[in-house]
């Protein structure tokens, strides 16, 4: 009886095997039929691999890459930026707090945006950024992607509005003859034009922000907080290095704000700082959304074999400083029971962080869509020594998670074990509270735009890569992967954040990074992945400000349509299940 059925089930199981087979082939098969366009080939491939190759090597450090505001490696990088910005037609400019902007209006608004008084015909602008700062020892993608690909992206639109305008002579004419694989130079008026013609009456501006990663004033998001308004407000201009100098004083000394002259009267001074800084914003009514390209910084899309993901929104975060006071002594005199040991309770109370956010839902614990994850990052023992019961223990907690109601719930009961603990053991400890974030969700119709814009991108990345990498077998899994777009929620933050408390309207496009690795010169983006995000970003723009593929502006409308408010979207992300790091809508 058993036997009648083994035939058409190895059947089955050999029909099956080749149709999976043959899907595989179909995704290793290479792009055959791609013709490589030699302007979207350097613009979309050749130079930002090229010019993220550039960036990396001006660093502070010799082998290794360290870039801090305002050191010479800082300042270097942001005017290389700055030419870069120029070289596609963009107005470019350095800001008193090292910002780079690189801004672009249609041409029929050029004249009348920087008018006085012409306020009601300044067009609305495509935000784009990232940061062009690094931690010490950092990798070459962490920020420095955002703004080369947004650069890449704004000369990729650029370059087919012109192609569909029927101006790509003169683009090509006004190339150096002897620089195929130089840089692609886009006149400012021909810039200006391709803008015009694509009939959104919009603009684009890219910023390189200044410094997110906060290594030299332990601020983060000091230069896109300059860009939202915000830095006065989180009075960072009174943050202190290590030399003890404020940021005030830093931006007076070395970056050449100073008080009126004509006054003795040190506020006077200090007034003046404030309103450069305050000069700095942008204004948000005129900001029709924030879009940032970055590193996953996680291992989710490298598991899928995906090159690109849209974000849903960022976790957040809240950073605390538990210290704890013991009883110093001698570690041979002293007896156990009579010790009050910072450092054993420290330990306890590191464990004990631990345990509570590993609790599994079923026992009480957070339920893992929430994406709660706590750790302890810095240890500081006092005095330190082999044969000395500690006296004082220093430790930092971060916890982060999806929604802040569950954040701040785990923060609640954690500051309150501490507090258990330490009455416990005889030991004061005390909890300061250094950094609190709000988690933020990205605009559903802009996340739209962005998922339709990486489904329509295949054709603009086809056209960037070379033949060789056409006819390479990955060629197909890539190609294949655009059109598999997840959605994922970051748990690491970004400029975004900072940009959203007064521009809400954004979304976030992230890259694959091999093995999820960042913050580490072993940070690594596969060259054609960093061409599918340029390819993905233009098609966004083209569609967006330039004329270009209809599925970009027909998916926002969609979304604005179906009432895809920021409830929604929180419903969305509260209902999906991921892996660590980012959870996968």
């Not at 308004?229 to 009075?235: Q, V």
């Not at 990955?474 to 940009?499: E, T, W």
Request: proline fraction near 4%; charged fraction near 20%.
């Amino acid at each position: 009886m058993h036997r009648q059925w083994l035939a058409p089930l190895l059947l089955l199981l050999v029909v099956t095997v080749a149709l999976l087979g043959a899907a595989k082939a179909g995704e290793d098969a290479a792009c055959g039929a791609a013709t490589t366009d030699p302007l979207l080939h350097r613009v979309l491939n050749l130079e930002p691999n090229q010019h993220l190759k550039q960036l990396s090597e001006i660093s502070d450090t010799e082998g290794s890459l360290a870039r801090t505001f305002f050191s010479p490696a800082h300042r270097k990088a942001a005017q290389q930026l700055k030419l870069w910005m120029t070289d596609a037609g963009m107005e470019a400019w350095v800001d008193a707090v090292g910002n780079v902007h690189g801004r672009l209006l249609p041409a029929t608004a050029t004249a009348t945006a920087a008018t006085a008084g012409g306020a009601a015909s300044k067009p609305a602008v495509v935000l784009l950024g990232s940061h062009y700062d690094t931690v010490l020892d950092g990798g070459a993608y962490d920020g420095a992607l955002g703004i080369i690909v947004g650069l890449a992206a704004i000369k990729g639109a650029l370059v087919k509005a012109l192609q569909d305008s029927g101006r790509a002579a003169e683009l090509a004419a006004a190339q150096q003859p002897d620089a195929e694989d130089g840089d692609v130079v886009i006149p400012p008026d021909l810039a200006a034009a391709a803008l015009a013609a694509g009939g959104s009456g919009m603009g684009l501006h890219l910023v390189g922000f200044t410094d997110e990663e906060g290594v030299r004033f332990g601020s983060t998001f000091l230069g896109s907080r300059a860009v939202a308004g915000t830095l006065l407000l989180y009075d960072m201009l009174q943050s202190k290095d290590k030399a003890g100098a404020t940021l005030e004083q830093v931006l007076r000394e070395e970056g050449g704000v100073s008080g009126p002259s004509s006054s003795s009267n040190s506020g006077s001074s200090s007034s003046s700082v404030e309103e450069v800084v305050a000069g700095l914003a942008l204004d948000a009514e005129y900001i029709a959304e924030y879009v940032e390209v970055h590193i996953e910084q996680g291992p989710v899309l490298e598991a899928r074999d995906l090159p690109l993901g849209v974000v849903a929104g960022i976790a957040g975060q809240t950073r605390l400083w538990v210290t704890v006071n013991g009883t110093q002594g001698h570690a041979g005199t002293v007896p156990m029971r009579g010790r009050r040991d910072s450092l054993a309770a420290a330990a306890e109370l590191v464990t004990a962080l631990e345990a509570l956010c590993n609790t599994p839902e079923d026992a009480g614990g957070v339920p893992e869509e929430e994406n709660l994850v706590c750790t302890v990052g810095e240890v500081k023992v006092w005095p330190g020594a082999s044969n000395v019961i500690a006296g004082s223990t220093g430790f930092s907690v971060d916890i982060r998670s999806k929604t802040d109601p569950t954040r701040l719930t785990v923060v609640y009961n954690y500051i309150d074990w501490v507090a258990q603990v330490c009455r416990r053991r005889g030991v004061a400890c005390s909890v300061a509270r250094k950094h609190d974030a709000a988690a933020v969700l990205s605009d559903p119709g802009v996340m739209a735009g962005m998922v339709a814009a990486v489904r329509a991108a295949e054709p603009l990345l086809l056209a960037a890569l070379s033949p060789a990498e056409a006819a390479s077998p990955a060629c197909g899994r890539l190609a294949a992967g655009l059109r598999d777009v997840p959605v994922l929620v970051s748990g690491a933050g970004h400029d975004a954040m900072a940009i959203a408390e007064t521009v809400p309207k954004f979304a976030m496009l992230f890259v694959r990074c091999r093995g999820g690795v960042s913050h580490s010169p072993l940070e690594h983006v596969e060259p054609a992945d960093v061409a599918a995000s340029s390819a993905a970003l233009a098609a966004y723009l083209w569609g967006r400000v330039a004329g270009g593929p209809a599925e970009v502006e027909a998916a926002m409308r969609e979304a604005a349509a179906a009432g895809a408010g920021a409830e929604e979207a929180a419903e969305a992300v509260t209902g999906s299940r991921g892996a660590a790091g980012h959870d996968e809508l």
